[in-house]
């Protein structure tokens, strides 16, 4: 059911985006080459598109295997794959502190990228939806609801909890005064 899911979002994708997506260019402040951003074309809302549902009890081992798998993104998707999976970004950026790293943003999510491929996604709360999606379930973005569905995490942090699957970590970044989540971030974990 979830493959034909995916298959069913990345149509739709597919064809709610312009021949124009993608082809655009324009040079960095580093003078790195980087996609413009085409906000002329629709952009898929894949949060709203999923069929999505909240998670009942018993359900933290299958979220756990979707970590890398946040609001509609892929942690193994290229930029092609993405450009074609959610259509043009809102804006696109450098990231301030990793040189050769520039950023997606879209609506729900912030997908960062290196060397064509994606290097990490990051949700922030926001007022009108304030959801974190992993693979087709959806939790509100609370630090209690989200660890009630994915269970004790693989290391707790001052700043958060992180949970990993094999190359992948998601961690929950938490305001260590009052508990609330400042953003979310999947990403690649390198070495051991």
């Known amino acids: 059911m979830k493959k034909m899911l995916t298959a069913v979002v990345l149509m739709l994708a597919m064809f ?7 082809n655009g260019l324009a040079p960095s402040d580093s003078g790195q080459i980087l996609p413009e951003a085409e906000t002329s074309a629709p952009q898929l ?16 081992a299958e979220l756990r295997e979707d970590i890398d798998q946040v609001n509609g993104f892929d ?14 970004p809102d804006s696109i950026s450098e990231d301030e502190l990793l040189p050769g790293i520039y950023e997606y943003e879209y609506e729900h999510a912030t997908v960062g990228f290196y060397d064509g491929v994606v290097e990490y996604i990051v949700v922030q709360p926001s007022k009108d939806k304030p959801l974190l999606t992993l693979g087709e379930y959806v939790i509100p973005l609370k630090a209690e609801l989200i660890r009630a569905a994915l269970g004790e995490p693989d290391y707790e942090a001052e700043d958060g909890d992180v949970y990993i699957k094999g190359a992948t970590a998601l961690k ?18 390198y070495g051991e």
């Open 172 to 189: 929950v970044f938490k305001d260590p005064e009052n508990g609330k989540i400042t953003s979310v971030e999947a990403f690649w974990v």
């Open 16 to 22: 709610n985006t312009t021949s124009s997506v993608g």
């Open 75 to 88: 942690m193994s998707w290229t930029e092609e794959e993405t450009l074609v999976n959610a259509g043009p």
């Open 45 to 60: 809302d894949i949060v709203q598109h999923a069929d999505l549902q909240y998670p009942e009890a018993g359900y933290t």
